[in-house]
Each structure stands twice: as C-alpha cells, then as structure tokens.
C-alpha cells in the first residue's frame, strides 16, 4: 500500500470514530482513539487529521466552559464517509467503536497513566502507574540496563496502558497460562 492509500485509510478511520461516538471531541481524545493499537501511526494521524480540517470534512467549535477546540464530522464527511466506510472491515469498526468508547469512559471517569524513567545504580527504573481520581489501580517498577529498552517499554505502556493492566490481570488470575506452555 502506498502512502496515500495509507492516508486515505487514516481519514476514512477518523471519520468512522467520530461520526459513530456522536458527539464532537477534543483533539487528544481523537489521538487516543485512532492510535489505539497501531493501525495508524500519529504521523499519518496528523496529516489526515489536518486534511480533513483544510477539506471541511471535520470541523470544530469552541467549548464554552474553557474555549477547547472540540472536533466533529461534518456533512461533508458524512458524504465520503458513506463513499468509503465500505473499505473498512466489520472487525476493525468493531474494534475501533469498542475502543473509542473506553477512551470516552476513561476520560469521564478520570482514569489516567503515568510513567517516567529514572536513573538507578547500574541502570534504569521504569515506573507505571494507572490510577482515577480515588485510587491507583495498578502501579509497577521495571529495572531495565539500557535507557533505549526502558525508553521503548514507556512508549508502549503509554500506548497500551489498558492493554497491559487487563493482560496484568490476565496473568495474574491464571487466565492466560497458555503463555507458560
């Protein structure tokens, strides 16, 4: 697939996610639930994202409480959407919905993550943690001998926090022991 295929996707697959949650939304907020799992990099994220806009397909309006730009789809986009959304599998707009609608919660909820690397004798500690307004929920430390490792383990937690805390739990309740096989 050439880079414009790739491009093309990338906007046919921000269109669907927010036509589809129904309401407009911030910007990270579309970050978080288009880059969820990979099948679009932020780079084509921020040149589809910035297509749309220069093409009408997405607009936004202020939010009136702190003057955040909040993004929505626009009956243009609604127009290449209903033209496009076809290319897309059953799975990945299942997939794509279900995670949009977490990201939502998390964000309602207070849910957030945090990680950072500090230095430690002879190495790296990465920490994790996952926590809401009340409470964290999940919280580990990592010692890691290269900085690049430990660099490349935060980004992905960043990236796949939810993930990993649900795999964490996965793991530790002995559902996943086809790993030890």
């Known amino acids: 697939m050439n ?77 290449v959407l209903e033209m496009y959304e076809h290319e897309m599998s059953p799975d990945v707009k299942d997939k794509a919905f279900r995670h949009a609608m977490r990201v939502l919660a998390s964000k309602r909820d207070g849910v957030f993550q945090k990680s950072f690397i500090e230095e430690a004798d002879n190495g790296w500690l990465l920490r994790c943690r996952i926590a809401d307004k009340e409470k964290t929920l999940m919280e580990t430390s990592v010692f890691l001998n290269d900085r690049a490792y430990a660099e490349q383990l935060r980004d992905n937690f960043d990236s796949n926090s939810e993930i990993i805390y649900q795999g964490l739990l996965s793991l530790l309740s002995g559902d996943v022991n086809y790993i030890f096989d």
Request: overall charge negative.
């Open 3 to 79: 880079e414009k295929e790739i491009r093309n996707q990338a906007k046919i697959f921000i269109l669907y996610i927010l036509s589809n949650i129904g309401e407009p939304q911030e910007f990270t907020t579309v970050n978080d639930m288009v880059l969820h799992d990979g099948l679009v990099n932020y780079f084509d994220f921020s040149f589809a994202f910035s297509d749309l806009l220069e093409t009408k397909q997405i607009d936004s309006r202020l939010r009136e409480s702190d003057g955040e730009p909040l993004y929505y789809v626009t009956d243009r986009g609604r127009e």
